[in-house]
């Protein structure tokens, strides 16, 4: 299994900014894929977007295009979000997963880091 460990969320005032990290690690393992989820307070999880290896592909959801960023290293499995004009729509707990090559979808997640958006 991979373990997945994020950091970066915090309290910020509508229109900041804010720099999210994941790193894996875990051992012998090939990933296709990194991204990020958020879970706000009494929603089901969405995903935010996501980077995929290789390629350097980049996906996100309609609510985030234009104001987040996904970048990473793929040499170190580490993926950041920049989440730049936060809205406390944005408020929520963000996760960071991990797509396995060959794998359908991601299995591994990591623990959650809050954002927290004042208005």
């Known amino acids: 299994q991979v373990q997945l460990v994020e950091s970066g969320g915090g309290l910020v005032q509508a229109g900041g900014s804010l720099r999210l990290s994941c790193a894996a690690s875990g051992g012998t393992f090939s990933l296709y894929a990194m991204g990020w989820f958020r879970q706000a307070p009494g929603k089901e999880r969405e995903f935010v977007g996501a980077?995929?290896?290789?390629?350097?592909?980049?996906a996100y959801v309609d609510a985030v295009k234009g104001r987040f960023t996904i970048s990473g290293d793929e040499a170190k499995n580490t993926v950041y979000l920049q989440m730049n004009s936060l809205k406390p729509e944005d408020t929520a707990v963000y996760y960071c997963a991990a797509r396995r090559s060959g794998y359908t979808w991601y299995d591994d997640w990591g623990q959650g880091t809050p954002v927290t958006v004042s208005s």
């Open positions: 980077i995929t290896w290789g390629t350097s592909t980049i």
